[in-house]
């Protein structure tokens, strides 16, 4: 049962759709532009970098959110598995950053929300995402493609815990949560594969 709370929990944190609100902002629906994603990148490209920088905070700080209501409610009464539970709010706020029923279920892709639970699961382990972020950067840095440095990240999370000996449920739900990430990217797996992905830095307004 306190799976199922922690979810919702996490569900009802990740339906604040940080670009959508900022474009609205603006008279303008983030969906009906560039890619026609509400996350970082696009908001970023079409924008600019202060959205990017207010929708990476936004969708990265209600995974940080969920996870402290979840310490805070069940915190003393399961301290045993409370970094289980904070995962569980994590596939939450994915859930509800991907899909917002009130937006008809058309959000974004979740890696700012997965970066989020990650801080929550490193207050003791800092190096967890040192390493998983070290790992994405080096990938954008290299490539220039923020979609591929996304996805390793998302690669690198359950591979991390792995390593550390992490509970193998909450290494399950990750590899969901990667598979997720990855099935959310697959139109720009595509593009990578085809050579047509945009690269950062290009600025993409056209309406869809």
């Known amino acids: 049962m306190e799976r199922v709370i922690c979810i919702l929990i996490g569900y009802i944190c990740g339906l604040f ?3 959508y609100l900022y474009g609205k902002l603006h008279h303008i629906d983030i969906r009906e532009y560039g890619s026609g994603n509400a996350g970082t990148t696009n908001a970023m490209r079409i924008l600019g970098k202060k959205a ?3 929708t990476f905070l ?3 700080l209600k995974a940080v959110l969920a996870g402290w209501i979840v310490r805070l409610i069940f915190g ?3 301290s045993e598995m ?3 539970l904070v995962i569980y709010s994590g596939l939450g706020v994915v859930l509800g950053h991907n899909y917002p029923f009130y937006l008809h279920f058309k959000g974004g892709k979740g ?3 997965m970066i989020g639970l990650v801080l929550c699961l490193s207050i003791t382990t800092w190096y967890l995402p040192a390493f998983a ?3 994405g950067i080096i990938c954008i840095v290299a490539t220039r493609y923020v979609s591929l440095g996304s996805m390793c990240f998302a690669v690198m999370i359950p591979i991390v815990l792995y390593k550390t000996a992490f509970p193998l449920e909450g290494v399950v739900i990750t590899i969901c949560l990667t598979a997720l990430a990855l099935y959310q990217h697959r139109a720009n797996i ?3 594969l085809s050579g047509n992905e945009n690269k950062l830095g290009v600025k993409k307004v056209e309406k869809n």
């Open 17 to 19: 759709q940080t670009s």
């Open 190 to 192: 595509v593009r990578l």
């Open 133 to 135: 972020f070290g790992i």
């Open 52 to 54: 990017g920088i207010i």
């Open 76 to 78: 003393n009464s399961h």
């Open 58 to 60: 936004g969708d990265c």
């Open 82 to 84: 409370i970094k289980m």
């Open 111 to 113: 890696i700012a929300c």
